[in-house]
């Protein structure tokens, strides 16, 4: 295990991920933007949904961080230990899983589905996508295995920063207690250099990388503002 987080120590994980309606919702067209990034010296993937993960799970030789994304509530990020054990299933090293304060499907606290699911899969990481400091000292008392400020900014408790959330970065790295992965709207290398400079242990850059559509939006809104 020492191994494996020590090869995502200081360096990039690309998040690859489509959504509902988009064209690029295809676990073939994932699998290829995964080995992409790869290629590009991406050290770990992050993706989402279990076809997509089986397949990128075969396909590169890094560490890959899965999760499900379920249902409509507030807690959609691999919201239940049920959940928990179908990503792990597909072979993922990392399961990410919702790592806020707020109440679960299956009303499980954190603390239970993490001790449950490691009596099952006792080699397989647990990453929390946390909200907000609070969310990631209940995370660490839970027994996770790594912090994630995926959540700052979408669970309600932080505002949603243009870049990433540097406050709660350096709350959460202050802790001093297990490894930070900065993730959420980490836009560009600069930020991504950044991340690392604070103090995080790796750095997940999604949409900059790997959503042409929000990317092309990007660039379409500079063209017309002229
Ligand atoms: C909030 C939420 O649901 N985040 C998701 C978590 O897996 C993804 O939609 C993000 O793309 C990912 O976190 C990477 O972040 P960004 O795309 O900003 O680089």
Known sequence: MTSLLDSLKGKLIVSCQAYPGEPMLDPRTMTQIAQAAVAGGA?????????????????????VIGL?????????????????F????????????DGTRRVRPDERTL?????EFKERYPDTLVMADCGSLDDAVAAVEAGVDILGTTLAGYSGERPK????????????????????FVEGRVHT?????????????????????????????????AVAAG
């Open 43 to 63: 050290a770990g993937i992050r993706a989402k949904g279990l076809e997509d993960l089986r397949s990128i799970s075969h396909a590169v030789d890094v560490p």
């Open 68 to 84: 499900v994304k379920v249902g409509k509530s507030d807690v959609y990020i691999t919201p239940t230990l049920h959940d928990a």
């Open 86 to 97: 179908q990503v792990a299933e597909t072979g993922c090293q990392i399961v990410a899983i």
């Open 111 to 115: 603390a239970e589905t993490v001790s």
């Open 161 to 180: 920063t243009e870049g990433p959330d540097w406050e709660v970065v350096d709350q959460i790295v202050a802790l001093g207690s297990l490894p930070v």
């Open 189 to 221: 290398p600069a930020q991504a250099a950044e991340a690392i400079r604070r103090g995080a242990w790796a750095v997940v850059v999604g949409t900059a990388i790997t959503h042409p559509t929000s990317i092309t939006g990007w660039f379409a809104d």
